[in-house]
């Protein structure tokens, strides 16, 4: 008997020796795969996810890595479930482990009927429920490399999931067919060297089951893939960006996807080129988007703060990560709001969006887009590291409700009929017509100097005030035309939740447990979080006896705007705040809301 | 005739050398019979970054530093514009350095004027990049833009001129914007613009200058021999201007030849729904 085997302890309060134990039904499932960088964690992550996905439940994924290349602890998650989820599970139900690292980190979230497979190589452990199997030496001995390990250990789980077998070499298939020829065939033995041994050991086979769904014709992706999407169809034609952790996948998509189209893709040297080449861009004519996140946002904040007095329109992708400086650059946090809020240097109008999912991600790019060219400022799409990299099971992107407008845009016919063209025109919603330079019998003078409605430098008062108002009255002008906020539980619920961006994923799942518990809540999901839609989020809140904002920072940010918004409210706002990194799991805000009588 | 934006008058002091500059792109703008409307000045900042108000053509203001990536962005938007940047050396070469050097990689038809006085006029009179060891404290030798757009293998046009030689500059500029409106990449002119209030040198540049093209060896195709001749007739104690580099190939070399070909550029493209539907439809059919 290997070392390994005699680990495997029954599952208590299951049936006696002698008769077979009947396997544990999950409806959602999580499982971790942790190892050092290299071991395929994600690989392994990826395979499941798969099959998951043909059962038709939805699947989440997320990634634990390191900012580094190769080598370090990285872990990969992947959850399934019946239910519409987009949060990681707060309990793990099977571990996958390459090394001890990953039996440390994991253990502590495993559930309690949780179990262990790992690679029982160069480490062993003594915990009850785990089965060790030495992966790395049984491919390396019959396939000469010990890398399809994480193959075998696929094989392994889908016999300690009761998956199958066609099924299960199916998604192989898939994931290598495109490899084909000797990656597909290693991976395909590594899979059955896998599952024989699995087969063998007592206690594995069979231990849970997976139940189905009916999330079909669905698809798996990325807020960062939605964002890169929904610029495409919202007629952005025009990208610059400077690569950083969690925003870089935006410009690698669109240096797929523009190109095509008659779009431009550039990455710049720094961000203080991708905001200025979008912005010179923009003033041509094109539709723009530079993405980053907190450190190139800093460096942003000079030409974004050129863009609001010179009227220019930009979308700015912010995707947080942790901070201040580099801070933990794989890590998730939603820090940059208060900064964003007050951006720059003097006072300018902004509007800042922020995404729940992918399907919000690809439809609020397209109304950034019109935003910003309808109102002649900077919008700024807020995302956060789990919204921006983790994978989400989402309904198919939807072009019929796309639209473009383009605001006042000059055509050369209708200019060809003006008497005058003034660039900055006072006009009474703040937003002057817009004619490209190439426009016949007219020139565009734009400047970040204070300027009179020509476009010419001035220093005269009386035409300071009146720019200032007209420029920071637009965030009252465009107040209706916002994207409104999502109201989800009963309205006769008195306890309120607020949140934006991904942590609507655990706040949702959280709201549903509250219900279990029999605490009814209403979730309000801030879409548009500034300027503070003050006319959907006050009613709200006198419908409620008390609301709990909850973010992803140490200071409540999103909280002390809606304090500064509406300080009449200011007693009945609490905050459930995390800033470890890591996501909410749904029991952590369970925990921290209390009921009402 | 619709009324648009008229030109304003410069704010410069009476004899700067921005007033040649002004003068002289005019000039070269209309030998080359460039509509106006398809003329974009982007100005820097600093005295000689407002010369964009003075022109009637379209104009950008830039930040301090930056005009040359929103220079790249207009012109990659909108390939079929004339683009011209223009600013001081301490927008340049201080501020704006990391776009400066990456200016002569990008290589996209623009122009790119310098009006090098070697101080920060418009602050009154600091030391700038160019200023010589002493001028204002300065304890640091000055900048070679020469040199250093030199230095990088890319095939753009590069020269220098001096505002007290008005003929000579309307030379480079015609052939440079010309390089640029063939497509042909990147050019860059460093003009000598004396600031005649803190920093006037006009006397002391018109002994100095020295035109390359007289010396024995010139040959503007050949890299390593300008770097030497450049750097040779400034260690001598004179200025080299003239025409320093000249690409061999008349080709069309500029990015936004490689990244638009003869497609309209972004600015143009059609971006409405119903014309890209089927390529939308096909993207987003390939998601899974």
Not at chain 1, 572 to 593: C, H, M, N, W
Request: hydrophobic share 40%; aromatic share 8%; with cysteine.
């Amino acid at each position: 008997m290997s070392p390994a085997a005699a680990q495997i302890a029954p599952l208590p309060d299951q049936s006696g020796p002698g008769s077979p134990r009947p396997p544990l039904e999950l409806n959602d499932v999580s499982v971790m795969i942790g190892g050092q960088g290299g071991d395929g964690t994600l690989t392994v992550s990826d395979l499941l996810g798969r099959y998951f996905r043909k059962k038709g439940l939805y699947v989440y994924t997320s990634r634990n890595v390191l900012s580094r290349i190769r080598g370090g602890h990285a872990d990969a998650s992947v959850r399934a479930s019946q239910d519409p989820i987009a949060a990681v599970k707060s309990q793990v139900d099977v571990l996958v482990a390459f090394d001890n690292e990953a039996v440390e980190m994991g253990k502590a979230e495993l559930a309690p009927h949780g179990f262990i497979i790992y690679d029982s190589t160069t480490f062993h452990i003594a915990e009850p429920h785990s089965a060790g199997f030495p992966f790395a030496t049984m491919v390396g001995g019959s396939l000469g490399q010990p890398i399809f390990k994480n193959t075998a250990a696929y094989g392994a789980l889908s016999v300690l999931f009761g998956l199958d077998p066609a099924q299960t070499r199916g998604v192989i298939e898939e994931r290598f067919k495109r490899r084909g020829g000797e990656a597909l065939d290693k991976n395909l033995k590594a899979l059955e060297i896998g599952r024989k041994a699995a087969l063998a050991m007592p206690g594995v086979e069979n231990r849970f089951s997976i139940a189905s769904g009916d999330a079909h014709n669905m698809i798996l992706t990325t807020g960062n893939q939605a964002v890169a999407l929904g610029f495409v169809v919202g007629g952005g034609r025009f990208f610059a960006g400077y690569p950083i952790t969690p925003a870089t996948e935006i410009l690698e998509y669109l240096q797929r996807y523009l190109p095509p189209l008659g779009g431009v893709v550039r990455q710049a040297e720094d961000e203080l080129a991708s905001i200025n080449m979008v912005i010179g861009a923009s003033y041509a004519g094109a539709r723009v988007m530079t993405s980053t996140s907190g450190p190139g946002l800093a460096l942003m904040s000079e030409g974004i703060s050129h863009a609001g007095i010179a009227e220019i329109p930009v979308v700015i992708a912010d995707c947080q990560r942790v901070g201040p400086s580099t801070g933990q650059p794989t890590r998730h946090e939603q820090s940059d709001l208060s900064h964003l809020a007050n951006l720059g240097h003097g006072e300018y109008p902004r509007f800042i969006l922020a995404p729940a999912d992918p399907v919000d991600c690809f439809d609020l790019t397209v109304d950034a887009l019109n935003l910003a060219e309808r109102w002649r400022l900077p919008v700024i799409l807020l995302l956060d590291q789990a919204l921006s990299q983790n994978t989400a099971t989402s309904p198919r992107f939807d072009l019929s409700k796309v639209r473009i407008d383009r605001g006042k845009r000059l055509t050369p016919e209708a200019v060809a009929k003006l008497a005058h063209y003034k660039v900055y025109e006072f006009a009474s919603d703040g937003v002057s017509a817009y004619a490209p330079p190439g426009t016949p019998g007219i020139w565009a003078e734009v400047t970040g100097n204070e300027h009179d409605e020509w476009g010419h430098v001035s220093v005269n008062s009386t035409n300071r005030y009146r720019m200032m108002k007209k420029r920071m009255e637009k965030m009252v002008h465009a107040r209706a035309e916002l994207p409104p906020c999502r109201f989800y539980g009963p309205p006769t619920a008195k306890v309120g939740l607020i949140g934006f961006g991904s942590t609507s994923g655990p706040i949702l799942e959280a709201q549903r447990l509250l219900e279990h518990r029999g605490t009814p809540t209403r979730y309000l999901q801030a879409r548009t979080v500034f300027p503070v839609p003050v006319h959907e989020i006050d009613p709200f809140l006198k419908e409620v006896e008390v609301a709990y904002i909850i973010e992803h920072n140490y200071t409540g940010q999103f909280a002390r705007l809606l304090r500064e918004a509406m300080p009449w409210h200011h007693a009945k706002l609490r905050s459930i705040l995390k800033y470890d990194g890591l996501t909410f799991r749904a029991p952590q805000i369970v925990a921290e809301v209390k009921g009402v009588s | 005739m619709v009324q648009s934006a008229k030109p304003a008058q410069p704010i410069w002091c009476p004899g700067c050398g921005d007033f040649g500059v002004l003068a002289t792109i005019k000039r070269a703008a209309a030998g080359l019979s460039i509509p106006t409307h398809d003329f974009v000045l982007v100005g820097g900042i600093g005295c000689s970054g407002s010369i964009h108000n003075f022109m009637d053509v379209n104009g950008i203001h830039a930040v301090h530093g930056r005009l040359l990536a929103q220079a790249v962005g207009v012109k990659l938007a909108n390939p079929s514009l004339t683009v011209v940047a223009a600013g001081g050396d301490g927008d340049g070469y201080a501020i704006g350095m990391g776009h400066f050097i990456h200016a002569f990689k990008k290589n996209v038809s623009i122009l790119y004027i310098v009006m090098n006085n070697e101080t920060y006029g418009l602050t009154k009179g600091q030391a700038s990049p160019t200023s010589e060891i002493g001028f204002e404290g300065n304890v640091e030798p000055p900048f070679m833009s020469i040199l250093t757009a030199l230095s990088i293998p890319a095939p753009n046009f590069i020269a220098r001129t001096f505002s007290g030689d008005p003929k000579g500059m309307l030379a480079v500029l015609t052939e440079a914007l010309k390089f640029n409106r063939e497509g042909r990449g990147f050019a860059f002119v460093e003009d000598l613009s004396p600031c005649v209030t803190y920093n006037d040198t006009y006397k002391l540049w018109r002994e100095k200058v020295l035109d390359v093209s007289t010396l024995a060896g010139y040959d503007p195709t050949d890299r390593k021999a300008m770097f030497r001749l450049c750097l040779e007739t400034t260690e001598s104690g004179r200025i080299p201007v003239g025409v320093m580099h000249r690409p061999k190939v008349a080709g069309r070399d500029g990015l936004e030849v490689k990244l638009v070909g003869d497609g309209p550029g972004p600015v143009r493209t059609d971006i409405g729904l119903e014309t890209n539907l089927p390529a939308y439809h096909k993207l987003l059919a390939g998601l899974s």
